[in-house]
């Protein structure tokens, strides 16, 4: 069993920031592929963004480039993820995941692709 644990999630005003953090195992963290999804209400959960192994690639969603950033911190053993210019439409629960079995660049966009999810963290924008 992998224990990823969300936090940092909250209530912000369209136009704010805030920075969620998900820490997973210390041994073996490095291993993992990483990525967070979010899914609002009545609908399905969508990807938002990846990280490769060593975190030196990344990927995004359209609607998030240049508004959220994704990182992470080996030694740590936590990824981030910065968002910025918060819309209403970012409103959703964001899961991080954690993907076995890949190469050190490897970045994983399909839900199908994690083995480890978190408990999700609450993120609502108001207008």
């Known amino acids: 069993q992998v224990w990823l644990v969300e936090s940092g999630g909250g209530l912000v005003q369209a136009g704010g920031s805030l920075r969620l953090s998900c820490a997973g195992p210390?041994?073996?963290?490095?291993?993992?592929?990483m990525g967070w999804f979010r899914q609002a209400p009545g609908k399905e959960r969508e990807f938002v963004t990846a990280?490769?192994?060593?975190?030196?690639?990344?990927d995004y969603t359209d609607s998030v480039k240049g508004r959220f950033t994704i990182s992470r911190d080996n030694a740590k053993n936590t990824v981030y993820l910065q968002m910025n210019s918060l819309k209403p439409e970012d409103t959703a629960v964001y899961y991080c995941?954690?993907?076995?079995?890949?190469?050190?660049?490897?970045?994983?966009?399909?839900?199908?692709?994690?083995?480890?999810w978190g408990q999700g963290t609450q993120v609502t924008v108001s207008s």
């Open positions: 995941a954690a993907a076995v079995l890949v190469t050190t660049e490897s970045l994983v966009v399909r839900p199908a692709g994690y083995t480890y």
């Open positions: 210390g041994r073996t963290f490095s291993s993992y592929a």
């Open positions: 990280i490769s192994r060593s975190g030196s690639s990344a």
